[in-house]
């Protein structure tokens, strides 16, 4: 039986930076973050899309889009789980063992 479902989250990446916010008029500590939509089978394999890197305001939220490839590039790991980021390779790998097992049984006399 699978289960399937989705959702969104927000990881903060980085230490915070102050910076002037414009919309509080003072200064705010700045919290580089990911907020990415993601998708779930079975709580095993999931998928992420609608990614996007962000320097939000902790306290109104305003905030800059950050450029994903140099934000990437610059991150000691990447943020986003292992299975989220390989679950369909994983799922894709194990639907065609599944395939060649079911042709081998078939072919097996
Ligand atoms: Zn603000």
Redesign the pocket.
């Known amino acids: 039986m699978f289960m399937i479902g989705q959702g969104e989250r927000t990881v903060a990446i980085g230490p915070a930076e102050p910076r002037d916010?414009p919309?509080?008029q003072q200064q705010?500590d700045f919290v580089p973050q990911l907020k990415y939509s993601y998708g779930e089978f079975d709580l095993l394999f999931g998928f992420v899309y609608n990614k996007r890197y962000q320097l939000a305001?902790p306290?109104?939220g305003?905030g800059w889009i950050l450029d994903t490839r140099q934000t990437e590039r610059d991150l000691p790991r990447h943020p986003l789980l292992f299975r989220l980021r390989y679950g369909f390779l994983i799922l894709a790998g194990l639907i065609a063992a599944l395939g060649l097992a079911a042709y081998a049984y078939r072919h097996s006399g």
Request: hydrophobic content about 0%; proline content about 0%; aromatic content about 0%.
């Open positions: 916010c919309r509080c705010t305001c306290q109104c305003h």
